[in-house]
């Protein structure tokens, strides 16, 4: 325990890097997940097809696999990216992939009618997508979010990996110096877990926020 | 007709990129552009945290064997800056040969697949093998023919650090009894769990982090047998890795690693991490003659 007292720096060093590095991916993920959504909708047919090989090629390749990539394999064709960017870049290139067929489904899931009224109110299609699809497609699109949201923050320990002092990084430094394991991981799952509940807490806001103005619907 | 002059388009792109890149890489390596950005920009030093090599001291700077041997030449040759960069282990080589490091060190074996990612320094110092056991070694480990003669006896070892692990396959050990861990505290605390029943890495690591440790659980085996193949022993020689397109910076390098080797201010440094002149190479021993294996 003492250990951990004299070593609290480290931890707390680590968090605020975990901390920073969810949230700058954070952004781009939902960004990225919006931009790919839309062009998997796209009624051109080369976007669609772009933006479909994008989703199914980082879905369907391992995040340690695509950061060690960017980091060490890039440079030896002449591209040399930071660690930082290519951290930000493989977390939310990966999650984004995921967050684009969220986006998608819950678009989607607009149901037929809703645009049918939009077209017979002379609704243009930015406008049909801005006040009728998306205000309700979002609502449905917040619980699946906040999931992708703790994915991502405990997706963040493997940026150790590219030189990132992050928490993972810095509680492997603890163990390295005082072989205290149990108290060095133990502390590491306690401080993900009160950071992903923070998260969670905060799409729950979200969620409320969205719900207004719509019939209370029991909350489970 | 549309589709079809839009692929043309992206064949070009593409094409166009390929040969950028294709270009790109040549165009990268030229001998003295390395030495004229070291001395210019400073240079960067990956290292992985383990004494008695390199790790963070408490005063916040690099300290251990590697980094107090280095200061001084890097100094000598012009280079104002060292820029530290704490690393994991299996990305110290790697990493130079991406060349996102200048230069990585903290005991790196000289070995032949090593030597053809990137340039090593000459010899610097030999790591025996040495293996961390349960406190009263309950299973009579002092080398590697316990898991010889008893298969159902596993050790961990590092991942990426592939000198100690060869020397246990050369000696006959089997490749399932030799599990590979992230680092030591892990393989301690694996041994502990009863996963594994030693941890193998250098002996001078072993030494140095149960010092600082101070875990009365285990201990270093002893005595210990290295490892020996056709007559001769399997000890690891370590020396410092550079970028492949470090070659001129390297030889000057050596020419004041081989006044600063063996002197009384090396001496001093080994002395201070708890080392002696045992942790010299012997002389004859070449990077050329490690990297043929």
Request: aromatic share 8%; proline share 5%; net charge positive.
């Amino acid at each position: 325990m003492e250990h951990l007292y004299e070593s609290r720096d480290l931890f707390i060093e680590g968090t605020l890097v975990t901390i920073q590095f969810t949230l700058i991916s954070a952004v781009f993920m939902v960004l990225i997940a919006f931009v790919a959504a839309f062009g998997r909708l796209a009624p051109w047919k080369p976007i669609r097809a772009a933006a479909l090989c994008y989703v199914e090629f980082f879905r369907g390749t391992s995040l340690i696999v695509q950061l060690f990539w960017l980091f060490f394999a890039l440079p030896m064709l002449g591209v040399t990216l930071n660690a930082d960017t290519t951290a930000v870049l493989a977390l939310s290139l990966c999650l984004g992939a995921y967050g684009a067929e969220v986006v998608r489904a819950a678009i989607v899931s607009v149901p037929r009618s809703q645009i049918e009224g939009a077209i017979a109110l002379n609704l243009t299609p930015v406008q049909r997508m801005r006040m009728v699809i998306l205000p309700q497609a979002i609502r449905a699109m917040l619980p699946p979010f906040g999931n992708l949201l703790i994915e991502l923050v405990k997706a963040t320990a493997l940026i150790s990996l590219i030189t990132i002092h992050d928490l993972t990084f810095q509680a492997r430094m603890f163990n390295l110096r005082t072989v205290q394991i149990v108290e060095g991981f133990g502390t590491t799952l306690i401080i993900y877990f009160i950071l992903s509940q923070f998260l969670a807490y905060g799409v729950r806001l979200l969620e409320r926020r969205f719900q207004r103005g719509m019939p209370q619907v029991s909350r489970i | 007709m549309l589709n079809d002059s839009i692929s043309r388009r992206y064949a070009i792109a593409a094409g166009a990129l390929a040969l950028a890149t294709a270009f790109a890489v040549p165009i990268a390596a030229n001998a003295d552009a390395f030495t004229d950005k070291v001395k210019k920009d400073g240079i960067t030093v990956a290292y992985a945290e383990e004494s008695p090599w390199a790790f963070l001291g408490p005063d916040k700077k690099v300290a251990g064997t590697d980094p107090e041997v280095i200061d001084g030449i890097l100094k000598k040759m012009g280079v104002k800056e060292i820029k530290y960069q704490n690393t994991e282990w299996s990305t110290l080589v790697p990493g130079v040969r991406a060349k996102r490091f200048d230069m990585a060190i903290t005991g790196i074996f000289i070995k032949p697949d090593r030597c053809t990612q990137v340039i090593f320094t000459d010899p610097i110092m030999i790591a025996p093998d040495g293996m961390i056991v349960m406190k009263g070694n309950p299973k009579k480990i002092n080398g590697f023919d316990a898991f010889v003669k008893d298969r159902s006896l596993k050790m961990g070892t590092t991942i990426g650090g592939t000198g100690p692990r060869d020397h246990a396959l050369a000696v006959g050990v089997n490749r399932d009894q030799i599990v590979e861990l992230p680092d030591t505290p892990t393989q301690i605390a694996a041994m502990k769990a009863g996963r594994i029943h030693a941890a193998l890495n250098t002996d001078q690591g072993n030494v140095a982090i149960l010092e600082q440790a101070k875990d009365t659980a285990v201990e270093v085996a002893r005595p210990f047998k290295q490892a020996e193949k056709d007559g001769k022993l399997l000890v690891g020689v370590t020396a410092f890795a550079f970028q492949p397109d470090a070659g001129a910076f390297v030889k000057e390098f050596n020419k004041h690693l081989a006044t600063v080797r063996g002197s009384p201010e090396h001496l001093k440094i080994l002395k201070k991490y708890g080392l002696s002149e045992d942790a010299l190479p012997a002389k004859g021993v070449t990077t050329a003659m490690m990297c043929k294996g």
